[in-house]
């Protein structure tokens, strides 16, 4: 057997390769290999409720979205707009509002053709069309019906930023590309060399050639990066198409605002002078450093819930009942709201957030320079603190009490959502916190389940010691209960149980000691079995007898219930037993049961030698009077009148007023007779009948009294009715006076 030393050291050993396997696999969860799918989403919960906890919750009136509304649609008619009103509401705002950036969040890949134009293509195919004068005119009027260069000519000279749409697949026999794309922001001959993951697209959908050469830029308004729950955190502020790179919507409107300055890519600093992803630090717009991951993308800085920023109706703007200063000098992003238009994506602040606010979203985190960065060594800082967690838990935590355990585990998940909290509101760093609180979660449950088996196996040693001085059955009770229990002597209310077997000297007589050892057995198990159903405590056997209460070491407050309980299925177990006694040769064995409830002590009694956890008190002599008397009255079960209050489920015959040895107060003693809700009208009438005789006896009126006992043994051949006729026999012959109290003393045990 190992020595105290050895098992210490097992147990230490254990412990190391407890947080030595989590902190392995969740390295290997940090290395992307495997990459456990449920520490993902928890992380995304936790950055969508730092981004709902720290947002600004504020309206920015820099950007203004030109909203394409229900009043828009209502009073300009619906989606698409004819390309001359498009050009109405751009004059409008340059010339009238003095907008400072117009970026549109809306694609015009096809030209737009009315009938005006349908007629003048009629004519210009007819006869009429070889009439010089005639064509000319046709040139004349066929330029001034044109929505579509009245539309691109609106652009001219303005800063106007369009929107197109990249592809990240193509169906079969869909083409590539519609329209034409704006000029990249870098050219492929810039990036040729680098080893960085762009997001990479098929095919485009662009604008009109005419309308994108007017624009002053362009950039795509698809989102290409969707996290894996459906949730847009994160845009790229570049794709690559046919080498080049194209800037997105919201990259692009900046850039204008800001004066147009210069985009370029900034690497850490290697020795081989490679340029990778993992290297790429960040974007620089002119001057400003834009923190990016690999593929050139940033967290969304979400400035709060959706109306963020100001909405001001397109409808508003063309007829000029806007106010005009919610507009001048603002940038202004076209978009819609409108039923059927929305485009709707799922962001940490709202689950139909629309897609040009979105881009509001970025523009002005652009613009501040508020965009958080994910840095490159925060593998290694979770790394390092998934190792000292791993130590803290196989070292520290086995050595402190259940509380200070509770305490350190939740100090350490407090330590950490601390540390990131101030790390992402502080130093605008986004750190990743569920692999470590996961880690510390599940790596000290092990721990602690694994102590608390190590716990268990002691108690259970344990319980096998002191089984010698207090039943195993009441030490099962305690460590189950997880109450604080004491074993000190104390008074309580409580109910307890005598029995005994009927006859057992006779019984022991005609059998040998191993047949009745194994009678006795046979008897006790299902005995004891039915007092555990109910919550009884086995106190001890002695012989052919079984004492038990209720109400300790474990409070039971309807003790009394119980007990009458168990005395119904102990009658129950033994006759269950007949049939297997019979075959085998056994006498069938009758047991009467006393119970009462009351005051009493409990606790452990005993010498220093030996001690045992036990009830002792008047309302115990009385337990065992009462079983006693089964014998006298012909009935199972007596119970006490303060047994009959309290289990006030059962329907109770009141046996007789008594007076036992030893007491000088008289009780009433009951029989049960099962639960109310069981018993019938037979029975009820039985109990009337019955009262009416018993309150004759007690009052004198022998005759009265006689004739009801002799009408109930009529229809029961009970022992008690005869037990009664004798005693008005006697009392006949020798009245017991005048002052008699109704009260029968019994002068033996």
Known sequence: ????????????????????????????HLAGTPRFEIIDRIENYLYDVRVRLTMPGTVDDRIVIIDIDEISQARLGQWPWPRDTLAAIVDQLFDHYDVRVLGLDVLFA???ERSAERLLATLASSPFAKDPAFARELDRHRDALDSNVRFAESMIARDVVTGFVFKDSLADGEPASTGVLPTPVIHAKDVAGLDVPFVEARGFAGNLDALQGNAIAGGFFDSPIIDADGVFRRAPLVQQYA?????????????VALGNPDIGLVFADRDDGRMRGLDLEALTLGDRRIPVNEQVAVFIPWRGPQESFPFISAAEVLDGTAPRNRLQGKIALLGASAAGLLDLRSTPVGQRYIGVEAHANLVAGLLDGNIRQQPAWSDGLEFLLLLLVALLTAVLLPRLSPAMALALVVAMLVATLAGNLWLWSTQQLVVPAAALLVFIVLISMLQITYGFFIEQRNKRRLSQVFGQYIPPSLVDEIDASGEDISLEGESREMSVLFSDVRGFTSISESLDPVELTQMMNEF???????IQNQRGTIDKYMGDAVMAFWGAPLADQEHAHHAVLAAFEMLQAVRQLDDRFEARGWPQIRVGIGIASGSMNVGNMGSEFRIAYTVMGDTVNLGARLESLTKQYGVDIIVSDQTAKLADG???RELDLVRVKGKTEPVAIFEPLGRREDLGQDTAEMLSTYAAALSAYRSQQWSTAI?????????????????YRDRIDNFRRSPPGDDWDGVFDHLSK
């Open 110 to 112: 096809e030209a737009e």
């Open 1 to 28: 057997m190992p020595s105290a030393h050895g098992k210490r050291s097992i147990r230490l050993l254990v412990r190391a390769l407890i947080s030595g396997l989590g902190l392995a696999i969740f390295t290997l």
């Open 524 to 530: 006790l198990t299902p005995f004891t079995g039915a």
């Open 650 to 652: 059962f329907v109770y």
């Open 243 to 255: 080498g080049d790179l194209y800037a997105s919507l919201g990259l692009a409107v900046a850039r």
């Open 707 to 723: 004739g009801a006992f002799e009408t109930l043994q009529q229809h029961s051949d009970d022992h008690l009715y005869k037990m």
